[in-house]
């Protein structure tokens, strides 16, 4: 399986809630970075950081959230290049945005061992009401 196969494989099982296949991608010392002005900005280490800094409160702060990717680009050096839209309703202020979104991923051995989101954190926080 290509990096580009395993990353579209995690954005799937995301898609469909399978929250333990998502984290059987991860490297055990991953370093996930939100971006800075996101409400959930700053770096995750490991899979448990992940889920209780990040999926957790995806899942009971959002109504429908999703990340759709529309392009996934395999750098063939264990980097990859996603692209895509975020929407939902954000429960607090009953508001939804749908905004796009540019994902780095970075991978050894078949393993996610760094992510960095970028997103236009002005227009989330703007649609949001926040």
Known sequence: MTDGEIIKGLYDAFATGNVPAVLSA???????TEAEGFMY?????????????VFMRLGTEWEGFSAIPNKIVDGGD?????????SGKYLKTG?????PFAHEWELRDGKIVKFNQHTDTLVIARDLGL
């Open 26 to 32: 991860f490297h055990d010392s991953i370093s996930w």
């Open 41 to 53: 900005s700053g770096t995750y280490e490991g899979p448990n950081g992940v889920l209780s800094g």
């Open 78 to 86: 264990g980097n990859v290049i996603s692209t895509g839209t975020y």
């Open 95 to 99: 508001k939804s945005m749908s905004v």
